[in-house]
């Protein structure tokens, strides 16, 4: 079983910076990618930055230029800094990570979620 926890979130001024954290724990697994999503009540869940092993990040387009990735798969970390906040910002954060667990047959692949991060922005 895979552990994912967030930290970081809080109330921050329009223009204001935060930065978001993500690590996941457990046994035996490789992160194959992780990604921040967000959501607000009523609202999809939306992908808003994401990095996958070989790739080069990718950004929801309200977030490009504001927002910045960074990870060690390895460490099975990942950082999601926010600059330029906006009051449309304002949501609960969520790391994904997708989870590969090998074993001496096959590779298996899952999806775990944390409990997510409030962030709220006010004008």
């Known amino acids: 079983q895979v552990q994912v926890m967030e930290s970081g979130g809080g109330v921050v001024q329009a223009g204001g910076s935060l930065t978001l954290s993500c690590s996941a724990s457990g046994r035996r697994f490789e992160a194959d990618a992780m990604a921040w999503y967000r959501q607000v009540p009523g609202n999809q869940r939306e992908l808003v930055a994401r990095m996958s092993r070989g790739s080069v990040p990718n950004y929801a387009a309200s977030v490009e230029g504001r927002f910045t990735i960074s990870e060690d798969l390895v460490k099975k970390t990942v950082h999601l800094q926010t600059n330029s906040l906006k009051p449309e910002d304002t949501a609960q954060y969520y790391c994904?990570?997708?989870?590969?667990?090998?074993?001496?047959?096959?590779?298996?692949?899952?999806?775990?979620w944390g409990q997510g991060t409030q962030v709220t922005v006010s004008s």
């Open positions: 994904h990570v997708k989870v590969l667990v090998h074993t001496i047959e096959t590779t298996n692949e899952y999806n775990d």
